[in-house]
C-alpha cells in the first residue's frame, strides 16, 4: 500500500479531475491525504466527501511544510507526493516502484513534458503541449477545456503510456521532474524530512540524496523514471493566485543553503 500526499489551494475542477484519474489508474491500494492550504471553492468538502483524509490549514503553507504535514499522517512504506495539476498514467505506481527497485533506488521521480530522454525530444513535447494550452486556454481552465487538452496532447493517453513503459522499461537518467516524487520511508531516516525553509523542495531534494550519495554512499541520488510517465498541466497552481505563505517569513533561497560552488561540485559528479 502507499501513502498518497496532495497540497492544494482552491482549483475545484483541477482536484476533480486528478481524483478521477487516481482512482482509475492507480494499481496499489493507497491512502490519499490532502493538505488544504485554505481553500474556499469546495475543494476541501470535495474531498470529504469522497473518504479521504483531509487535513485543513487556515492559511496557505509553502510546499515543504504541506508534504511534513503529510508524512506525519501517513501509515505505509511508500510515499507519493503528487501535485494536483497532473493525470497519472496507467498503473503509474506500481511501474514506479518496479523500475525503483531494479534500479536500488529510494527517491525518484517520473518523465513528462518537463523531461524526457533527451533535450530534443523535451523541445518537441513541449512545443506541443504550449500550443494546445495556449490555443484551449483561451477558454479558461474548466473541466471540459482541462480534459480536451490532455485528449489532443496524447490522443490515446494509454496507448501512449504504454509505449512509453515498453520503450524504456526500467531506464532512469539523473535528475529529477517535481510534479511527482516517490519515496521510500528508509530514505527519510538517511536524509530527512522535507526542508521546510525551501520552497524549491525538488531541487533542495535532489541535492541532498546526491550529496548523501557521495558522503555514505548508502543510497543513490534522485533519478527519473523514464517508462514512467505523468502528465503535468504546469503552471496552473501559479494561475490559482496563491495567497503569500503564511510561513514565508522562514523560507530562503535554495542559494543560500546550497552555494554556487557546492552545486558545481555536485552536478559535476554526473557527470
Known sequence: MISIITAIHNQLAVNQLF????????HHPFELIIIDNGSNDGSAAFFDSVGVTVIRNHANYAYPHSQNQGIAQSKYDWLAFLNNDIIVSPQWDLKLIESMTANGLEVATVCGIEQIENAQETKKLKHRWQKIKNILGLFGF????????HKLMYRNWEEFCLDRQMRFKHQIKEGFVGNTVMIARSALAKIGEWDERIQAADFDLYLRTKKREREFGDMRAMHVCLDVF???????????GYPPF???????ALEDKW?????AQLAQLNK
Do not use: F
Not at 505523468?230 to 490559482?240: G, V
Not at 503564511?246 to 530562503?252: H, P, S, T, V
Open 142 to 149: 474548466n473541466r471540459t477545456t482541462l480534459s480536451w487538452m
Open 259 to 263: 552555494p554556487e560552488a557546492e552545486r
Open 19 to 26: 481524483w478521477e484519474n487516481l482512482q482509475r489508474y492507480t
Open 246 to 252: 503564511a510561513d514565508r517569513e522562514q523560507l530562503i
Open 230 to 240: 505523468i502528465h503535468h498541466y504546469i503552471r496552473l497552481t501559479m494561475k490559482a
